[in-house]
């Protein structure tokens, strides 16, 4: 008997001029573990809150069919109840913390459920070694890294003892290593426990291997297929899987360990990288004149250094990539480049208007309309967002929030600052934010962008730093400082090494 | 250390009450030094931006009171007829000023102690089931006005990014976003409760809060310190300062030794620990 059963749901919220979900009728059986993807706005979250009954009890709108989650209609049952039956996770962790404590936050919903202290205190202890978070119990909840949050997130949904575990976008706002972190919690739980899990994940690269089927949304029509057709058809998908498609491997490898096999195959010693053509005006090896110069930059919250004798030049023409994990002082050091913090010591001094993206979006529309956000702007800037011009900016989807902003951002901006601009979107918003990037550095612009997105750095960028307490301790080239790295190293180069990054490169 | 509310709620009543009954100001400065050390040992790492919020507030009724109260007889000059600021400016209209500020200063810092010490987890673990509810609710409402206070900031430099005006004038047009930023994150807090089973049901507690030594030993004195101060008072209340400030009561110093009990313990259990960290 299935554990959930989705049959003919459709969901449209209120005022919506279209269903955000279309007739969606599949199952899910006990001890499965589905990987959803789709576009950016394809309705991943609405499908998700489907399962514990947010939608619709919390969002209102059109509901039509009818959720079924361990013999419950969640029509006819609140999320409260629901929430006994799936661990739900959300994009945002600190959304989702009612107290400050970690101990008391995977409490807080046993409390919820009335049972006895001993037995709560047992699957505190439980979840705590499940999730290896014994370090962090006696910990304030805003002292944790997001990847710490996010695994505390995943204990108190556990603590509960769902029969399923939903997560929405894990880890979407963490850098590779806490992501690894994380996805590894969830896959122990589904190799020991066996749990049933709904994961949406940009990041399919970790998790396709230990999939059972994929759920693909495009434009709220779902599509349940075995892990390899769905890969093959296109969407989100590992490098590994472009380059078999390439390559011809049958069967399609899903993780590095399937691909090691094949790529026995590929020319034991492959030509070297070649540099990629150069046209005239074209300055991505950093030849173009020098649009901002950093030195010695320092700064610190009160003891705690974050950007420590920094010095670079960012010229124009040039995309550069400015990588590391969590914490690192990425965020600081944009925003003194920016000129929204004044420096302790050093200096920054640049040409032009400069521009600076928060990863937080949202904070820079206000306006009722996507038209009136876009008031001002050239025929040319507003031309991708004709569709949405009639909508509430707040209303569009992350990735496409993102996309506007940058547009209203970087349209008049010579040196463009962005604060991990892929967080949420798409392979092919990604693709569509590489090319703007890069036909505004071909414009004339320097661009500088903070990301955590290895696989997209090693597309747009044309130069990488790595920046780790404060510091900057690689410059230079993609194909040498994202293949020398262990933790910021693409697929693809873990895979066949010898400074290739792109499945599309690899010589076969 | 000290972790149950209701000895810091004790205590903080206790410090208010010797701040604003009495406006003496060797007493209000030595409340200062009591309620500073007594935040020192629980900061952490913690940034010191609310004090400085603190002395710009104290900042406030100086300038009101010097600006616009006429009382006293220490002239220091005389302004002309001027609507509301004309007339004479005196000295006691500044003690007087300064005096408020301090009290406003010892509030913020007491509040700030306060925030420091006391779980939200606490709080709720010790209200009678009647109130777990509300209780939770207020948890929450505390933890949201920093987060307001962020997306506030937030707004206001994305203003400033899109090279839109930021001074005060802009704040009716900061509102609305803001309004809009918190209300979507109160739905994904209620969205939160909802899906971990908040309100299904008769909730249970996993640890009850138990009293300490420590614990105990700062509601007593506080409570002594408290009985001392408002109900058998040396000083009767009077709001209005003297010019000469008068040597504290032995009862006076006596309570401010006994609001101190917090910072002592610390600093005796920080003394405690110290060679197992050598």
């Known amino acids: 008997m299935p554990l959930i059963t989705l049959d003919a749901v459709s969901y449209r919220y209120p005022e919506a001029d279209r269903p955000a979900l279309s007739d969606v009728t599949t199952t899910v059986e006990p001890g499965e573990v589905i990987l959803l993807r789709g576009a950016s706005g394809s309705g991943k979250s609405t499908l998700l809150r489907c399962l514990n009954g947010l939608v619709p009890h919390s969002t209102g709108g059109q509901f039509r069919g009818r959720v079924v989650v361990c013999g419950l209609d969640t029509r006819e049952h609140p999320p409260r109840q629901l929430g006994i039956h799936i661990g739900f996770v959300f994009q945002h962790p600190e959304a989702q913390f009612v107290l400050e404590d970690v101990e008391a936050e995977l409490a807080f919903g046993l409390e919820n459920l009335g049972l006895a202290r001993p037995l709560m205190r047992k699957r505190v202890e439980e979840v705590i070694d499940q999730v290896g978070i014994n370090p962090l119990r006696r910990r304030r909840i805003g002292t944790l890294s997001g990847g710490e949050r996010q695994r505390v997130a995943i204990a108190a949904a556990l603590a509960m003892h769902p029969d399923a575990l939903v997560l929405d976008e894990p880890t979407s706002q963490l850098d590779p290593q806490a992501a690894e972190d994380v996805l590894q919690v969830v896959l122990r739980l589904v190799a020991e426990l066996g749990m049933t899990t709904v994961i949406a994940e940009h990041r399919v690269e970790r998790i396709a291997p230990f999939v059972d089927r994929i759920w693909t949304l495009d434009g709220g029509v779902l599509r349940d297929q075995p892990p390899r057709v769905a890969l093959a058809e296109g969407g989100a998908r590992p490098p590994v899987v472009d380059l078999a498609l390439r390559a011809g491997w049958t069967p399609i490898p899903l993780g590095l360990r399937d691909a090691r096999v094949h790529a026995q195959r590929l020319p034991a010693d492959p030509t070297p990288r070649p540099s990629p053509p150069r046209g005239e005006g074209d300055f991505r090896d950093g030849s173009g004149p020098i649009i901002c110069r950093v030195d010695g930059l320092d700064h610190r919250y009160d003891t705690v250094p974050a950007v420590q004798g920094v010095s670079l030049t960012l010229c124009r023409g040039q995309v550069v990539a400015l990588m590391g994990r969590n914490g690192s002082g990425k965020t600081t050091l944009l925003r003194l480049v920016a000129g929204l913090m004044r420096p302790q010591r050093g200096t920054v001094t640049h040409e032009g208007i400069a521009a600076y993206v928060p990863q937080d979006a949202d904070s820079l529309l206000f306006a009722p309309t996507v038209h009136e956000e876009l008031r001002g702007q050239s025929a040319e800037v507003v031309a991708p967002f004709a569709a949405w011009l009639h909508r509430y900016p707040r209303d569009l989807s992350s990735g496409e929030r993102q996309q506007l902003a940058i547009a209203l951002m970087g349209t008049r901006a010579d040196l463009l600052l962005l604060d991990e601009p892929t967080r949420g979107l798409d392979p092919q918003v990604k693709r569509a934010l590489t090319a703007y990037l890069r036909t505004r550095a071909d414009a004339g612009a320097g661009i500088l962008v903070a990301t955590h997105d290895v696989e997209w750095a090693a597309r747009t960028a044309d130069r990488v730093l790595l920046m780790a307490d404060g510091e900057i301790y690689a410059d230079g080239a993609p194909g040498s400082v994202l293949s020398d790295s262990l933790v910021f190293a693409t697929q693809i180069s873990k895979l066949v090494g010898g400074g290739w990054l792109l499945p599309e490169e690899v010589p076969l | ?278």
């Open chain 2, 1 to 278: 250390m000290i972790r149950h509310p209701l000895a810091w709620g004790v205590w903080a009543t206790a410090v208010l009450a010797a701040a604003f009954i009495d406006r003496n100001p060797y007493l209000q400065g030595l409340l200062l030094l009591v309620v500073v050390n007594a935040f020192l040992p629980y900061r952490g790492r913690r940034r010191v931006g609310t004090w400085k919020l603190a002395l710009a507030l104290a900042l406030v009724p100086v300038l009101f009171s010097v600006a616009l109260s006429r009382f006293g007889q220490h002239v220091l000059f005389t302004l002309p007829a001027i609507p509301i600021i004309g007339g004479r400016w005196t000295l006691d209209a500044v003690a007087f000023g300064a005096s408020t500020g301090l009290a406003l200063l010892l509030t913020v810092a007491v509040f700030a102690v306060v925030q420091t010490t006391v779980r939200s987890a606490d709080v709720v673990a010790i209200l009678p089931r009647p109130l777990y509810r509300a209780g939770t609710t207020v948890a929450l409402a505390l933890a949201f006005a920093p987060k307001t206070l962020a997306a506030f900031q937030s707004i206001r430099e994305a203003r400033q990014l899109r090279g839109q005006r930021t001074g005060w004038r802009s704040v009716p047009a900061l509102l609305l976003p803001l309004l809009l930023t918190t209300l979507e994150r109160a739905l994904q807090y209620g969205e939160s409760l909802d899906a971990r089973g908040f309100g299904s049901g008769r909730r249970s507690r996993y640890r009850p809060l138990r009293w300490t030594a420590p614990d105990l030993l700062v509601l007593i004195a506080s409570l002594a310190a408290l009985v001392a101060i408002a109900v058998l008072p040396g000083v009767p209340y009077n709001p209005y300062l003297e010019l000469v400030p008068r040597v504290p009561n032995p009862d006076q110093l006596l309570a401010v030794g006994l609001l101190a009990v917090p910072a002592v313990t610390a600093s005796l259990s920080r003394m405690d620990h110290a060679p197992h960290h050598a």
